[in-house]
């Protein structure tokens, strides 16, 4: 029996990038979407053009670079917006526009307050109505293919939804998204709009309906699929549910539960599930958030069984306890073990795999790095890889340098570290105490550096495990309400922690360059 398909609009890169204290850099960017790419969605939302010079170089490149999907780029319903997204598009094979604006009464009242919109909330409301249209319309110049966000629909009146609607796609758009932008709505009552936006907007058939939920009250990933039960062909999702505030509806959730549970929903997606698992990892570790062990689908416990009870029947017959099998999911199994013996050639398949796709010169400098590595660890795991690249490649321009660090750490002396880095070029030495020996190093980065950004949050974990684990350190400053992060992994946690200081500050100093 064939079964219709539903759409997978991926929006890790947008809406997963607004996740609080994440930014990330073009080049992520690119390996992100290049596994998107493999994994088979239908498309990737690449950033908002107009935010910022790097999201409109990151829609451009991938633009460029990403081939299968259709890149698609957010924008208000603005013309300056919606002309970034047409010339950040250009090069893209197949492109999308998502243009809108807020269509429940608390955002038009809202966003709306200037006098300029109309003095009553009906002005206001029919205001908007000619501004979403004239939106698709200017976005329809750019391409065929333009979708329209009804922003905070899970809370608007259901009527000017309707009219919202007609008109829009009236006007040339070709995609309805019906996001419940605050995560406010329960599955049955989210299921019957999507029903009624069927019956009641005259012109839907011209038009495919589009989910987009937000996980406020843990609902994103049931209110998605009950907008599929009633007839949305497109859902919008980020892996691992990362986005503002709570997240996204999970992308490997609603994917799972569509084919584990296919006799039910009878719907198909374009996904390979296979690569979720190592999409997941790649996200986590690009945005710095990392999975809670006993998350659906990807968390490290997801095909964990430890009661007794579980085991003995799971080892009679795995169908007992375990409704997905790991592989479906590309769980990690038996896989080649990577050791200080293994070769370029080794290295590049098993990158290659992790969805990394090196050049050359990038390859040796990995690998360089793998064999330092390599002969610290009997075994290196794909983890110390991720650290590695994250260090070696998803590099920025390098404004600070630390070229020395020395940190002594005796019982009951304050810790004492010294350090040398290298500020454009020239030298700057400092020697600085501290409550423990990776204060004593980012005081002494400090006074090197004159860098006075304030250290909201530091972090280490071990990427993976024994004694000669590599640590991974996350550090996020402020400056100017603006949040930085900055990683690193060494086997030694203190220069680990040091360099991933240093590397929030270039981070820094690259968007000051960026934004002046
Ligand atoms: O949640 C939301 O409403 C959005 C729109 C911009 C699509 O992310
Ligand atoms: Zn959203």
Same mark, same amino acid.
């Given at each position: ?208 309906? $589009?989910?987009?939920?937000? /996980?406020? *009250? #843990?609902?994103? +990933? !049931?209110?998605?699929? %009950?907008? =599929?039960?009633?007839? @949305? ?46 999409? $997941?990892?790649?996200?986590? /570790?690009? *945005? #710095?958030?990392? +999975? !809670?062990?006993?998350? %659906?689908? =990807?968390?490290?416990? @997801? ?214």
């Amino acid at each position: 029996m064939s079964r219709e398909k539903i759409l997978i609009f991926d929006t890790t890169l947008r809406d997963g990038e607004q996740a609080a204290g994440t930014r990330l850099d073009v080049r992520e960017k690119l390996d992100i979407a290049r596994q998107l790419a493999r994994l088979g969605v239908d498309i990737i939302e690449a950033g908002f053009p107009i935010s910022s010079p790097k999201d409109f170089e990151a829609v451009q490149l991938l633009s460029k670079e990403i081939q299968g999907p259709v890149i698609c780029a957010l924008s208000r319903a603005v013309a300056d917006d919606i002309d970034a997204c047409g010339k950040a598009l250009a090069g893209a094979k197949r492109s999308r526009i998502h243009t809108g604006l807020g269509v429940s009464d608390i955002h038009i009242s809202g966003k709306f307050s200037d006098d300029k919109y109309g003095k009553t909330l009906e002005e206001k409301k029919a205001k908007a109505i000619e501004m979403g249209v004239a939106a698709v319309k200017r976005a329809r110049q750019y391409t065929d293919d333009v979708e329209f966000y009804a922003e905070d629909s899970g809370r608007a009146d259901p009527e000017y939804l309707y009219q919202v609607l007609e008109a829009v796609v009236n006007a040339g758009a070709t995609v309805l998204n019906i996001p419940d932008t605050t995560g406010y709505a329960i599955p049955d009552e989210f299921g019957k709009l999507i029903k009624n936006i069927k019956q009641r907007v005259s012109n839907i058939e011209k038009a495919t309906i $589009s989910v987009h939920c937000h /996980d406020d *009250l #843990g609902m994103a +990933v !049931a209110n998605s699929l %009950a907008g =599929v039960l009633n007839g @949305a062909r497109q859902v919008e999702c980020t892996i691992n549910g990362v986005g503002e505030r709570a997240g996204n509806a999970a992308m490997e959730e609603i994917v799972m539960a569509l084919r584990t549970r296919k006799n039910f929903f009878n719907i198909e997606t374009n996904i390979e599930s296979k690569h979720f698992y190592r999409t $997941s990892r790649m996200v986590a /570790d690009m *945005l #710095g958030i990392e +999975v !809670a062990v006993n998350k %659906a689908v =990807v968390g490290k416990n @997801a095909f964990a069984h430890s009661s007794g009870i579980h085991v003995d029947g799971f080892l009679k017959k795995r169908e007992t306890y375990e409704i997905m099998k790991p592989e479906d999911v590309g769980s990690p199994s038996s896989k080649v073990v990577l050791t200080a013996r293994t070769g370029r050639h080794g290295v590049r398949h098993r990158l290659e795999e992790m969805g990394y796709h090196l050049s050359t010169d990038e390859l040796e400098q990995v690998y360089q790095r793998f064999l330092i590595i390599a002969d610290k660890k009997k075994e290196v795991f794909d983890e110390d890889l991720a650290a590695i690249i994250n260090d070696e490649i998803h590099t920025i321009e390098q404004t600070y340098v630390l070229e020395y660090l020395k940190v002594v750490s005796e019982t009951d002396k304050a810790p004492v570290a010294e350090v040398k880095v290298i500020v454009k070029g020239e030298i700057k030495t400092a020697t600085a105490e501290g409550d423990g020996p990776i204060d004593a190093a980012y005081q002494a980065i400090r006074e090197a550096t004159g860098v006075t950004a304030k250290l909201e949050n530091y972090s280490i974990r071990a990427v993976t495990g024994g004694k000669e684990a590599l640590g991974e350190a996350t550090v996020k400053i402020t400056e100017n309400g603006k949040i930085y992060i900055g990683r690193s992994a060494s086997t030694d946690i203190i220069e680990a922690s040091a360099k991933a200081y240093i590397d929030s500050i270039n981070r820094m100093a690259s968007a000051a360059v960026n934004e002046s």
